[in-house]
């Protein structure tokens, strides 16, 4: 059984991961989106060592130290220093006005607890709010990447799903290979940091217009 | 370790594996080639073996009819194109396109993925199966970007942003089957094992499965191809080298389909739930119909065939959506039919690309003229892919069509349209490509034309006579997938 508190706490970080994928989609600044994504991945690295704890599953721990150290120091350490070195800060372009995004966020988390809540009922109470709180947060995520156009915008957008899908993971309780599937994510991520790094894609940054990937399909002159 | 069995398991991963590790640290010189050709060839022995020697499954792998076949096909086509990878690589490394530091990192990769898709197949354990699939995922990703070339890290980055987010709508579909099955299996490793999951799945929560079902589609259908999530398909068919291309379109996209239908299968047998059929054969049948237009708006003969394979995906889906163990037999040959061939025709496109330097197609004429050998290759591998008798391919497509009519005369209709108007576009083209006037550079090919014979030849041999065994073993196959 579930002590009270337990619960509680639990929801407070979930509910508290949906809260900053919402500002991350209002940040029209490169460093301020940083800083919020830091803030991300150290909400959902105390919700899964809190899912460790209240589990009873240590291994949850590790899985919670690798989402502190590697999303919440390195990348953002990183991706500032690429940031700086390539000159890029200045406003994020968005597709749709930040207004519409939020709406079409809120919209988003109400389809998401319609959605999960009803047929999750076998699942367990906390698994249940959990697993609605995680489809948000993969939702918010997926509109994050789709209203942004630059290269950084995307990757943090996807960091972020990945945030969510740890989330579901650790609140389907006892999921074995939760510490694996974090690791395979992580190098993924750290891979394609390091691919922009090395490539130094710099036009990716300045535009990624849907003409420039036309032009290269080869269907326009 | 005694069991043969679980000895050819580790090699067809274990061969791969440190093979990869082995050619990252080779010296570079030309014998990394066939060292990666001969790796390949041994990975292959050890998977074919796998049909007389099985071992029990565990936790985390698995051999069974299903997948059996898969491997085995997935390591020939790996072999195959291995051996047409040292010729076409030669010539890359000749004309200064690749670097070696860059082949050591290319055949380095080319292990890493066969090894990934020999887990994926070989997975018991529906998470190993996701994060072999990503590996995949992030191998080719990293191969299609190789050349450098601002189209090339265009075309990785889009494959990289719609193959993570299809990725990771699958992750959650696995999250969501993982809690279905742990309410009945209860928590643990068996509530990810997939042979516990079909033979259990009659008393999980139907809802969730629906719910996991549209999430794993979705997700694993990007990995697929399917239209509307195709997008980075044609892209990275066009940018990457060219074996990485016939190894996309032969082998990987089967591999996601194979996914896809592991957990057909698991809904499949549960009663309540939704019937996985309609909504595969929605997929099926728009990626044809969607693909078979496109093809003849294109200009770029990689990304031809690169739509070509979208609606051949489109064609199995749909197979393997109608469902029964006529449409499933056909969709089995039609999968195998298509690997083949379509590497077949990557390999021939590859040295055409080398020999004219150019991939556009106007600028493309004559083949038969000035390579005789290369161009009626090509012509063949074309009619073979179009389906016309006596090929393979004409065999299944026909068996699908057919069955369809039996049961849903109205999408029959629109299936053998889209059939129809890809074979229009892709003849038409040939037409200009193969024939006429010679035009541009005509380097002599200096390439190595077994394999791709090879391929078409097993297709042809197959549409003229396929051994008695052979249909015993796809139709049980058949009947397993419900």
Known sequence: MIDRLAFDVAHLFAGGLVLVSFMLLYQDRMFGLLNIFALHALVVSLSVAWQAYIQQAPHLYITAAIALVVKAIIIPVALHRIIVRLGIHRTIETVVGIGQTMLAGIALVALSILVMLPITAQAGTLAREDLAFSLSVILLGLLMMISRRNAVSQIIGFMSIENGLILAATAAKGMPLVVEISVAFSILVALIVIGIFLFRIRERFDTVDVHALERFRGEQP | ?482
């Open chain 2, 1 to 482: 370790m005694t069991d043969p069995g679980a000895l050819l398991v580790r090699a067809v991963l274990l061969i791969p594996a440190s093979s990869a590790a082995l050619l990252a640290l080779f010296p570079d010189d030309r014998a990394t080639g066939r060292l990666n050709a001969l790796a390949a060839l041994l990975t292959f022995f050890a998977a074919a073996g796998l049909f007389f020697f099985r071992p029990a499954p565990s936790a985390f792998l698995i051999v069974d009819d299903v997948n059996v076949a898969f491997t085995v096909l997935n390591t020939f086509v790996g072999f195959t194109t291995s051996v047409f990878s040292a010729s076409y690589i030669a010539h890359e490394l000749d004309i200064g396109r690749l670097t070696p530091v860059y082949l050591r990192f290319y055949h380095a990769m080319y292990q890493t993925l066969m090894f990934a898709m020999n887990l994926a197949l070989l997975a018991n354990n529906v998470g190993l199966m996701w994060v072999a699939v990503e590996l995949a995922t992030l191998t080719t990703i990293l191969m299609v970007g190789i050349y450098r070339t601002p189209a090339a890290l265009e075309a990785a980055w889009k494959y990289f942003i719609l193959g993570s987010v299809g990725i990771a709508l699958a992750l959650f579909g696995t999250i969501l089957v993982y809690v279905a099955a742990r309410a009945v299996v209860g928590e643990g490793l068996d509530a990810m094992a997939w042979n516990v999951l079909v033979a259990r799945a009659g008393s999980f929560d139907p809802t969730l499965l629906n719910l996991a079902f549209v999430f794993l589609l979705l997700g694993y259908g990007t990995k697929v191809g399917l239209a509307p999530l195709h997008a980075w398909l044609p892209d990275a068919h066009a940018e990457g080298p060219t074996p990485i291309s016939a190894v996309l379109s032969g082998l990987l996209l089967n591999v996601a389909l194979f996914a896809v239908l592991r957990f057909k299968m698991v809904l499949s047998a549960n009663p309540q739930a939704l019937a996985p059929g309609p909504l595969m054969v929605t997929m099926g049948l728009i990626s044809v119909l969607f693909a078979a237009f496109m093809l003849y708006r294109r200009h770029d003969i990689k990304r031809m065939f690169a739509y070509s394979s979208i609606e051949h995906m489109g064609i199995i889906t749909f197979a393997f959506g109608m469902g029964g163990p006529l449409a499933n037999f056909a969709g089995l040959l039609h999968m195998t039919y298509h690997s083949l061939t379509k590497s077949a025709i990557f390999f021939s496109v590859g040295h055409i690309a080398q020999v004219k330097g150019t991939q556009t197609m106007a600028d493309i004429r004559g083949l038969t003229v000035t390579h005789p050998v290369l161009g009626w290759g090509l012509v063949l591998g074309v009619m073979t892919i179009v389906g016309l008798p006596p090929m393979g391919i004409f065999m299944s497509e026909f068996l699908i069509v057919t069955s369809t009519f039996a049961r849903q005369p109205a999408l029959a209709v629109a299936l053998a349209a889209g059939l129809l108007v890809a074979l229009g576009a892709l003849v038409l083209r040939l037409n200009g490509l193969a024939f006429g006037e010679p035009r541009g550079r005509n380097a002599p090919a200096e390439a190595s034309f077994v394999p791709m014979f090879a391929h078409l030849m097993l297709v042809l041999a197959a549409g003229i006579y396929l051994p008695a065994p052979l249909v015993a073993w796809f139709q049980h196959v058949a009947k397993l997938l419900g």
